[in-house]
């Protein structure tokens, strides 16, 4: 694939392009929507990406077109995909775009009013700035109340290297990137089913010098117990495969860096192939362990700790497998009844929402 067939490097200057992909969240994505068009940076392109849905979003985003459209500097783009991923949609949008920056958008998410102005006002001061990045924010139903994230966000300003990314995160939205820094990456990994933006901004990171953080939060995650469009369930073979997958692709990408948390980040993500060899049979997914530990042998033997620990969980494989479900049908029940459980309170969320 030639990088025209993914991402033309025409552009149109000053615009961006805010790629929203979405399946079946039409409750949450008018909302998603309003945040784009409420920014205080213009000229803006929201590019839905509808994958598969069934939900009515095509006659919301023929409304929010006709409730915009005498906006001059502020359009909405749609266009339909049989249901395929996000990051299909993603790399579709991109194939859309004409911004001469991009900014994601998962569906349920917000974006805060100064979001894209702040970022556009550094780029403008220092042009070898290629990503800012915001702070992330979770609420539930008041966006006035939104709460700071717990966890820690990747320190890009300072370590802009995937090893900064394997420890923490950038979670999709915080970012905008410059139409350049993702031109030299190449698409979106559409193997993956989940953690593709974690696998994707490590590759962005590898290719740029210089990452600078708003400091503020900027960004909002909407809980809710519904599945998101990146995030599968547990013990979900395919998801689980996806993990491993994302996870042996940073790993090069954290060896060839240079990081002073490098060898850190390269043992915590042969911990998470690891755990994923130990969901796999948790779940009962006895064949995709024995294809983790086989097709990611490498990272997983290349840490004492990891390979000690790979040896015992393989071992245990050989073990009569009905033996194995009595061992771990507790775990199993405990997954089954919190996942029927989010299912059941879904409805009366999204009537609310």
């Not at 994601?104 to 042009?127: E, G, M």
Request: charged fraction near 25%.
């Amino acid at each position: 694939m030639t990088r025209e067939d993914w991402l033309s490097e025409a552009y149109v200057p000053s615009l961006v392009s805010v790629i929203i992909p979405t399946f079946d969240r039409r409750h949450f994505l008018h909302a998603a929507l309003e945040s784009v068009f409420a920014q205080d940076y213009r000229p803006i392109e929201a590019i839905v990406i509808d994958d598969g849905s069934s939900d009515g979003t095509h006659e919301l985003i023929k409304s929010c077109q006709k409730k915009h459209q005498s906006e001059e500097k502020f359009a909405i783009r749609y266009a339909y995909q049989k249901n395929k991923g996000a990051a299909v949609a993603r790399n579709n949008g991109l194939r859309l775009s004409r911004g001469e920056y991009v900014q994601f958008l998962d569906s349920d998410d917000l974006l805060l009013p100064d979001k894209l102005s702040t970022a556009i006002n550094i780029f403008n001061a220092h042009p070898e700035v290629e990503i800012v990045y915001a702070n992330r924010g979770d609420f539930s139903r008041d966006v006035c109340d939104f709460r700071p994230w717990v966890r820690e966000h990747a320190d890009l300003e300072h370590d802009p290297s995937p090893a900064a990314v394997a420890l923490a995160n950038v979670w999709t939205p915080l970012p905008l990137f410059t139409r350049k820094a993702l031109s030299k990456v190449g698409p979106w990994d559409e193997r993956l089913s989940s953690l593709q933006d974690w696998e994707y901004i490590a590759r962005v990171v590898s290719q740029v010098r210089e990452v600078r953080n708003t400091g503020k939060i900027q960004a909002l995650c909407r809980t809710h117990e519904g599945s998101r469009l990146s995030v599968s369930p547990w013990g979900e073979a395919e998801g689980v495969e996806a993990n491993a997958m994302a996870s042996a692709a940073l790993y090069p990408l954290v060896a060839a860096c240079y990081s002073p948390h490098r060898e850190e980040a390269l043992i915590a993500l042969a911990r998470r192939i690891l755990s994923c060899l130990r969901v796999s049979i948790a779940a009962g997914n006895y064949r995709l362990a024995l294809e983790i530990a086989e097709t990611h042998h490498a990272p997983i033997n290349a840490h004492r700790e990891t390979r000690w620990r790979a040896w015992f969980w393989l071992t245990s494989l050989y073990l009569p497998h009905i033996l194995l479900d009595m061992v771990f049908s507790p775990v199993r029940a405990l997954k089954k009844r919190q996942a029927a459980q989010q299912v059941k309170r879904q409805p009366l969320r999204e009537a609310k929402g």
